[in-house]
């Protein structure tokens, strides 16, 4: 049993005397406004909000026992995504669109993180594309399936203090994205920021991949989804097979090719052309090189250090041991001075291929020669032709 | 030409069988295998698709390789036997011969000599097929049970041998499939369809072209060579075949380790250990900042959210750490208290915050 409580004067001590003296002056506002205001004279402005909101240490009991804060600080609300131009400003009314005027309409009977949510619905009012996207991310599948803790548009964006997010057209600092993720995803976030991407984020450059990078916020996946393990390795990809970008760090761009050519790769390059649903236990980049804990292969506790490796590749292939270890070839391609035997082999047939081939072809295109003279020297024989030139080919079958 | 017609025996039924065990496994094997090297062909993900996916496309491979496998074993064999028990001549063995004979003929194609070259049972076309097959058969066997085992393989060989066994097996097939491609098809398909080892008969025409030795052999009573009387076969037999069966029984248990090696888990691999869902605060908190005075109230009242404690798995427990609030305060950059810690004492922190296990086990 709870009970609605509709009008929060009723509930807040302090401040209710103040707030009971400005009723009067809220009355009144709408007819200023009207003859102040220009292109929609009925909506109440964000001053006319500000009056009672701007008030510190306002707050209302909700009903579930969950205090809710009133008060806005007019400050973070102007300098936001949403009110930084007076000409193109939000109206607190645009995102709160139940309240219209003053009385507002009974808070309706859900507890805190119920209402956030709803709230959440009205960005896709304006930012159709993201909502859309959203709805199979998997924070929306989430959301639907109860787990009302996992993120809708409010809890990375912030509400009031919604910032911005294009780097190409603001000063966006990458880490506040970490930050945000942060929020739910902490030990990820800080394993993250321990990897030679997150250090590399931390000193603010802008080559190396933050969350969204490898997480497109609004369509992120489930990364334990099947369609994310297979996809994953062309995440990497994207950057990690690009030279110009890897030219500047000198790493290889053969780390994507030569994983795709070797038996891991192939397979599960396989399985997303053919079962994408389906999962594979070949491993995919993140399953040695870890998935946000990446550490450079000369640092002592990164999982593809030489001496580490074995551990790591006993985590799929319990019975490995040191040798084993070598027959990864660690995304070189083969060659003379690391890989002798596999060049040897190699070499073997670059050799072998073209000479056998060669000879049989060389000795089937002479016999083919001669097959096909012979049979028009056997039909320049006074013997009925036509008969022969029907039934030649099948002479012998 | 009705004389030409006529037919002789060739081939037995035992070795019918053979050709058609090895026609079904190498087409198998050569469709499951290079769908398997070309893995970005659309052809390739078509049949694989058509297959049921790479898993069942690779177990066709191995029970194709398996019946290649047996059908070798039971080759040696019966060869043995065929020449230590029935004494029969060494006919496929290569000789300066098959080099005259190529030569000879390679002549003839040019025109530079007017007749080709007599030819025996087995001509050098033949033979260059046959001991193709013996010297595919093995590296694709020695390779493909290396790629097969891994983890047995490295037990005894350099890690190095796996990935030059993937590049022998792949270039052998190869290799196999376009022999087969350009000799196998031109002379006994193209050239012109030799069915004797299908109908085990040949017609005395085809013998004069291609075994013209061998039927002047045979019309003079010289072939095939008588067998050795009874008593005497059955006396080698005797020698033979428990000899011949012991190391067939050794052949085949080798051939079971083909199957034994669990070479990976069959689950997904092991997830990261850390923990995707711990948020810093409970979420529904104002995202928002609140006015300074409430900052305190605020998670009090909204704690509804009580997440795990969350386990030390970053560093083991030790005196050099005994005071947690060194570095995780409140107010700390690595993993901070909650707020709600405040009044707890430093002492209590491990009483829900265990080592994590892995961390406990080093």
Redesign the interface.
């Known amino acids: 049993m709870r009970k609605v409580i509709s009008n929060p004067c009723s509930v807040i001590s302090v401040q209710g005397t103040l707030l009971l003296l400005l009723i009067p002056i809220l009355i009144l506002i709408p007819s200023i406004a009207h003859a102040q205001d220009g292109p929609d004279p009925d909506r109440p402005t964000n001053e006319q909000c500000l009056v009672c909101h701007e008030e510190?240490?306002l707050?209302m009991v909700l009903p579930s026992?969950?205090?809710?804060?009133l008060?806005?600080?007019p400050g973070?609300l102007g300098r936001s995504a949403h009110g930084h131009d007076a000409s193109e400003e939000v109206r607190c009314v645009d995102c709160h669109n139940d309240l219209d005027g003053y009385p507002h309409p009974p808070f309706p009977d859900v507890?805190?993180?119920t209402w956030?949510l709803k709230m959440s619905l009205v960005c896709g009012n304006c930012h159709e594309d993201q909502a859309t996207d959203r709805q199979n991310s998997v924070h929306a599948r989430l959301i639907a399936a109860g787990k009302?803790?996992a993120?809708s548009c409010?809890?990375c964006h912030?509400?009031?203090?919604v910032f911005w997010v294009d780097p190409e057209k603001h000063q966006v600092d990458r880490m506040d994205q970490v930050d945000a993720c942060?929020?739910?995803?902490?030990?990820?976030a800080?394993?993250y920021k321990l990897s030679v991407h997150g250090q590399e984020a931390l000193k603010g450059n802008p080559d190396v991949p933050v969350c969204s990078n490898c997480h497109p916020a609004h369509k992120i996946l489930d990364p334990?989804s099947a369609e994310f393990?297979l996809k994953s390795p062309e995440l990497c990809g994207q950057c990690h097979a690009d030279e110009e970008l890897m030219a500047k760090y000198d790493i290889s761009t053969d780390v994507f090719d030569t994983y795709?050519a070797?038996?891991h790769g192939?397979?599960v390059?396989?399985?997303e052309?053919?079962?994408p649903g389906?999962?594979t236990?070949k491993?995919v980049c993140?399953?040695c090189h870890?998935?946000?804990?990446i550490l450079p292969p000369t640092d002592v506790n990164s999982s593809v250090m030489s001496a580490n490796l074995v551990k790591t590749c006993q985590?799929?292939?319990?019975?490995?041991?040191e040798?084993?270890?070598?027959?990864?070839?660690g995304h070189y391609r083969?060659n003379w001075e690391k890989?002798p035997?596999?060049t040897?082999?190699?070499w073997f047939?670059y050799l072998?291929?073209p000479v056998?081939?060669g000879f049989?072809?060389i000795?089937?295109g002479?016999?083919?020669?001669?097959?096909i003279?012979n049979k028009f020297s056997r039909k320049k024989q006074p013997k009925g032709e036509a008969e022969d030139e029907s039934g030649g080919g099948e002479?012998?079958? | 030409m009705r004389e030409k017609m006529r037919t002789i025996i060739r081939f037995g039924p035992i070795e019918r069988t053979e050709h058609f065990l090895l026609l079904l496994s190498f087409t198998i094997l050569a469709i499951t295998g290079l769908v398997q090297k070309f893995p970005d062909n659309g052809l390739s993900l078509w049949i694989i698709r058509l297959l049921g996916g790479i898993e069942y496309t690779r177990t066709i491979h191995h029970i194709s390789a398996i019946v290649l496998i047996l059908l070798s074993i039971f080759h040696v064999f019966y060869v043995g036997y065929k020449i230590y028990v029935l004494k029969r001549p060494l006919s496929m063995l290569p000789g300066l011969k098959d080099v005259r004979d190529a030569i000879g003929l390679f002549k003839y194609n040019l025109g530079l000599s007017e007749r080709p070259p007599e030819m025996d049972r087995y001509n050098f076309g033949e033979k260059i097929e046959y001991w193709a097959v013996v010297w595919g058969t093995l590296v694709m066997a020695i390779s493909g049970y290396m790629l097969w085992n891994p983890v047995l393989t490295t037990r005894i060989f350099p890690g190095e041998f796996i990935p030059a066994a993937k590049m022998a097996h792949g270039y052998e097939a190869i290799l196999a499939v376009l022999s087969i491609l350009i000799w196998h098809a031109w002379h006994v398909h193209i050239k012109h369809f030799n069915k004797s080892i299908f109908t085990g008969r040949i017609t005395l025409e085809e013998m004069e072209e291609e075994h013209a030795l061998e039927l002047k052999r045979i019309e003079s009573g010289e072939w095939p060579p008588p067998l050795p009387p009874a008593q005497e076969r059955w006396r080698r037999a005797v020698r033979y075949l428990p000899l011949a069966g012991l190391v067939a029984i050794l052949l085949l248990i080798t051939t079971y380790y083909y199957f034994t090696e669990q070479t990976a888990i069959t689950t997904l691999p092991p997830a990261p250990v850390e923990k995707a869902y711990l948020p810093a605060r409970p979420p529904g908190l104002p995202t928002a900042t609140p006015a300074p005075e409430m900052a305190e109230e605020i998670p009090k009242q909204l704690v509804r959210y009580l997440p795990e404690p969350m386990s030390i798995s970053s560093h083991p427990m030790d005196d050099a750490r005994a005071d947690c609030t060194a570095c995780h305060a409140s107010y700390s950059y690595i993993d901070p208290a909650p707020l709600d810690h405040a009044e707890y004492d430093v002492t209590e922190c491990t009483t829900c915050h265990q080592p994590a296990k892995e961390v406990s086990q080093r």
């Open positions: 510190p240490g707050s026992n969950e205090v809710l804060p008060s806005i600080d973070i507890d805190y993180r956030q009302f803790e993120a409010a809890d912030g509400s009031h203090d942060a929020q739910c995803h902490r030990t990820i800080d394993q334990r393990r795709v070797d038996f192939s397979t390059a396989i399985f052309a053919t079962e389906v999962y236990n491993a993140s399953d870890g998935a946000h804990r985590r799929c292939h319990p019975d490995a041991n040798n084993f270890t070598k027959s990864w070839l083969p890989y035997i596999v040897a082999v190699q047939y072998v291929i056998t081939l049989f072809a000795f089937v002479t016999d083919i020669f001669r097959t003279k002479d012998h079958a």
